[in-house]
């Protein structure tokens, strides 16, 4: 079907930075939205921002501190994250919506991948 596959995840110290990158693969036609979340332990699991056609937004806790980006034709999703705070720590996770090669819309999400901000 489809998968996600997340990397960038790290140790950083507050005030650092990060780049999450999340790649779609397999029997995809077309992708109608992309997005990160993120959950923190005890907490359930949050929008970050998300990314549809030309049009992303952004949880109020990151804005101006995170970009949301999208290579189309490598099917990648981007989180960019400056200023990182001990509260943004928590597995960030990719959702996508996809159309597949069937034409059955389906939302699917990647492993996860941990950040973690800390002196």
């Known amino acids: 079907q489809v998968q996600l596959v997340e990397s960038g995840g790290d140790l950083v110290q507050p005030g650092g930075s990060l780049r999450l990158s999340c790649t779609a693969s397999?029997?995809?036609?077309?992708?109608?939205?992309m997005g990160w979340y993120r959950q923190a332990p005890g907490k359930q699991r949050e929008l970050v921002a998300i990314s549809n056609g030309a049009s992303t937004a952004y949880t109020d806790s990151v804005k101006g501190r995170f970009t949301i980006s999208r290579d189309n034709a490598k099917n990648t999703l981007y989180l960019s994250m400056n200023s990182l705070k001990p509260e943004d720590t928590a597995a960030y996770y990719c959702n996508a919506v996809v159309v597949t090669t069937a034409r059955v819309q389906l939302s699917t999400w990647g492993q996860g991948t941990q950040v973690t901000v800390s002196s």
């Open positions: 397999g029997s995809i036609f077309s992708i109608l939205g």
